[in-house]
C-alpha cells in the first residue's frame, strides 16, 4: 500500500512542477530562456499525466489478474 501511495505521490508531484514551470511562478521575469522553461513544464504535465493514466490502468489490470487467480 505504501508503494500505490509513494508511486502518486512522486506523479502528482511531477504534474505540480510541470504547472508551476509552465505560470512561471518562481521564476525571474528577467529569464532569458522563459520560453524553455514552460515548454518544459508543459512536457512535465503531460508525462505526469501520462505515467498516472498507465499506473493506473496497470494497477486495474493487475487487479483483475488477481481476481482470476483466485477464482482458480
Partial sequence: M???ITNYAVKIL???VGVIF???LF???NLP???MMQMMG???IVWGLYRLII???QLKKSKIED???EDE
Avoid: A, C, Q
Fill in 2 to 4: 505504501i508503494l500505490i
Fill in 55 to 57: 499506473y493506473r490502468i
Fill in 42 to 44: 508543459g512536457m512535465l
Fill in 33 to 35: 530562456n522563459r520560453g
Fill in 27 to 29: 521564476m525571474s521575469p
Fill in 14 to 16: 511531477t504534474i505540480i
Fill in 22 to 24: 509552465l505560470t512561471g
Fill in 67 to 69: 481476481d482470476e487467480d
